[in-house]
């Protein structure tokens, strides 16, 4: 009798391990099925044609009344509120965190820059090579990875991932605040109530279209959302060289050639 | 202090295409359609992030050194592979052409080509034909 109770017992306890590893197979199976289309080096369609102006600075003017170029997100119709337009007034250059500073440009301006996926079992790891940068990020999948506490930030906010039907869904938050945050070219910043929302699909096998939604209620009078087109290059790339940067001379970069003056006595 | 202002004709950026990637606006910093050249003795060249930066003393008008500040319109990792040796551009008597800074009175300047004076060897820092990747 105990013997033919042992037996059951261990015979349930084989079925379930087996089942759950069945199950757990399945899972990382499909999600991988899910994930592969995605995975590689994409490359975007924003270019600077004339050199340098992408024509996404929306025509804000810099400190000494330059036209702002080159921006990361179109910025023509950003519904800036008040609080956001006094900081683009108190703004100058040579605050530029990620010009003057070397700190790393933040999203969702690197998200018009090209990207490589990596995947594995409940993560992506995103790369975003951007001169002098090289962020890298990890996409928690099918709510997995940390759970942080309110207020705790961090100056890429944590990334979940999920698929919706075919689309590959993130939605980051938790960011600090960030004086380059929304746009290092516009200079207007993020803060901590930053949320971002990146939907990718695919158009074909070669195409993928991003859908970035971003909230600030700090800055945005509502949400804002744009899209980008990358080609996909492939396991080679985007990759960058030589992952650095000098602060004294990317400072002096500024303090010697930006025209602007506004802050006399700031301009260190 | 030797400066021509070479030509204020609009330099001609067909071609030079920046890749999405560059995060510092040379446009915004310097003059684009303008060209100037500058003479004098390279005192420092980094081969650094963002971008390369060459320090050079171009005397006054009363012979006294004025530091310009040459961007390259490159990284390090492009400079190594065109073989630049920053200890082959130290203490060297150069012309440099290039985009003038937008502030007035600046001595800062995109580059642009340098011509050592000794030999005549010509190297571009970035913008012109034969250069390096523009970062």
């Known amino acids: ?268 | 202090m030797k400066q021509h202002f070479l030509t204020a004709s609009i330099v001609v950026l067909a071609g030079l295409a920046f890749p999405a990637t560059a995060h510092h606006s040379f446009n915004v910093f310097f003059d684009m359609s303008r060209t100037i050249e500058i003479e004098g003795v390279v005192t420092s060249f980094r081969l650094v992030n963002p971008h390369a930066e060459m320090l050079v003393d171009v005397p006054d008008a009363e012979g006294n050194p004025v530091t310009w500040r040459i961007t390259a319109r490159t990284g390090p990792a492009e400079a190594r592979r065109e073989g630049w040796v920053p200890e082959d551009f130290v203490g060297q008597q150069v012309t440099v052409e290039g985009n003038p800074t937008r502030r007035e009175g600046g001595t800062a300047m995109s580059a642009g080509v340098v011509t050592f004076m000794d030999d005549g060897r010509v190297v571009c820092l970035g913008g012109c034909p034969g250069g390096p990747e523009i970062r």
Not at chain 1, 17 to 22: K, L
């Open chain 1, 1 to 268: 009798m105990e013997r033919t109770r042992r037996a059951t017992v261990s015979a349930l306890v084989a079925l379930v391990t087996v089942s759950m590893a069945a199950g757990l197979s399945a899972q990382t199976d499909d999600e991988m099925e899910k994930t592969l289309p995605f995975l590689g080096g994409w490359d975007s369609d924003v270019s600077s044609p004339d050199g340098q102006d992408r024509g996404n600075c929306g025509g804000h003017l810099g400190d000494y009344g330059e036209d702002l170029v080159n921006c990361s997100i179109p910025a023509s119709r950003l519904p800036l509120n008040s609080r956001a337009q006094a900081w683009l007034a108190y703004r100058d250059q040579l605050q530029s965190t990620t010009q003057a500073d070397c700190a790393q440009i933040g999203f969702p301006a690197i998200l018009s820059e090209p990207f490589f996926i990596s995947g594995r079992p409940g993560r992506l790891l995103m790369e975003h090579p951007s001169n002098p940068w090289h962020i890298s990020r990890t996409v928690w999948m099918n709510g997995t990875g940390p759970q942080p506490l309110p207020g705790e930030l961090f100056q890429h906010g944590i990334s979940r991932g999920h698929f919706d039907g075919d689309d590959l869904v993130i939605v980051s938050d938790h960011f600090t605040f960030d004086p380059d945050g929304m746009d290092d070219h516009l200079r207007m910043a993020t803060s901590v109530r930053k949320k971002i929302t990146e939907r990718y699909s695919l158009i074909d096998d070669e195409h993928l279209r991003l859908i970035i939604t971003l909230e600030d209620p700090t800055f945005l009078t509502r949400p804002y959302t744009w899209a980008f087109v990358f080609a996909k290059t492939g396991d080679a790339g985007p990759r960058q060289r030589w992952v650095n940067c000098d602060a004294e001379s990317a400072r002096r970069e500024q303090q010697f050639a930006y025209p602007g003056d506004k802050y006399p006595d700031g301009r260190q």
